[in-house]
Each structure stands twice: as C-alpha cells, then as structure tokens.
C-alpha cells in the first residue's frame, strides 16, 4: 500500500523566512547586547560589532559568550534599545531579527558613519542626522516679559486669600 504524502494549506503558503524584504548593508559598528542572566537576577551586557544590519535584522559578530535567544542590541547609550530574537547561530557569529522594525533613514545614517566607536557613545541628533561640515542649529530662547522678570526676581507675587 502506497503513502500519499498529506498536504495542508500550511505546506502550500511560501515562507517569509528565507526571503530577503530589506537591503543588507555592511557596517562595522560596536554596539552592546542586553540580556538577562540566569535565573532573570541580573542583567548583562556583552560588546559585540555588527557586521550587516537591515530593517529587519542585522548580523553581529560575538566572542565564545552564550546568548540566550531574546535579547536587546542597544545603540548608543541607551539611545536605541531594538528587541531582538537570534535566528541563526554560526560559529561566532549571530543572526539576529528585529521585533520592530527600524526606519530606513535611521539604517541608512548608520551606515554612513565613518567611527565604529560612535555608536557606543551617546548618540544625539549631530552625529547621525547632520554631516561633518554642517553643525547642528541651536533653538532660539524665548525671553520672558520684562514685568515677569522683575517680579520673579526679587517681589513676592500677592494672592488674595480664599475664603
């Protein structure tokens, strides 16, 4: 008696697994992984440098440390924190895909930057956003009303009381 193989409309759907959706870009930028440590009592945090990153996903290239499979991969201090899941394990590399995705504009300015040190420190809007020859515009302060002034400065403001 012959097998016939059981098909569901599962078998029949093409995966979105193994389909690329978003343009890799090779970067060499440090950045730090976030994860809870045994039994969820401490949190612990491993460098690591990401190799490809995307919309989606991203590739980070890590020493002999065991990573659990949820994770963060923070940019910046604390500037980005971006939940992730390992999809693929190599021999010291990790394929990780993001939970959110990130805005292509965002992928495309880290792409640019020159320093693989400058996602490890705080990363602002100068960094990212603006070009070496453009510095970034300060906010015009609003100045208060002389009168305002002149009463916060050194007269008690009178209420009449309640009664």
């Keep these: 008696m012959k097998h016939t193989k059981r098909t569901t409309y599962l078998s029949r759907v093409q995966s979105d697994y193994c389909s690329r959706k978003w343009y890799c870009r090779s970067v060499t930028l440090f950045c730090n992984l976030l994860f809870t440590g045994q039994w ?58 993001f939970l959110k995705e990130l805005k292509p504009d965002f992928v495309n300015r880290l792409s640019r930057m020159t320093s693989p040190f400058a996602t490890l420190e705080s990363l602002g809007r100068a960094p990212i956003s603006a070009g070496e020859d453009m510095q970034p515009k300060l906010r015009p302060m609003l100045l208060a009303p002389p009168c305002a002034r002149e009463e916060r400065m050194g007269h008690p403001t009178r209420h009449p009381k309640r009664q």
Aim: glycine share 10%; net charge positive.
């Design 40 to 97: 969820m009592r401490r949190a612990q945090i491993i460098r690591c440098l990401v190799v490809e990153i995307s919309e989606g996903g991203a590739t980070v290239r890590i020493g002999k440390a065991q990573i659990p499979d949820h994770l963060y991969l923070v940019i910046g201090r604390f500037d980005v924190l971006v939940g992730c899941i390992v999809v693929q394990r190599d021999p010291g590399h990790l394929q990780l895909c």
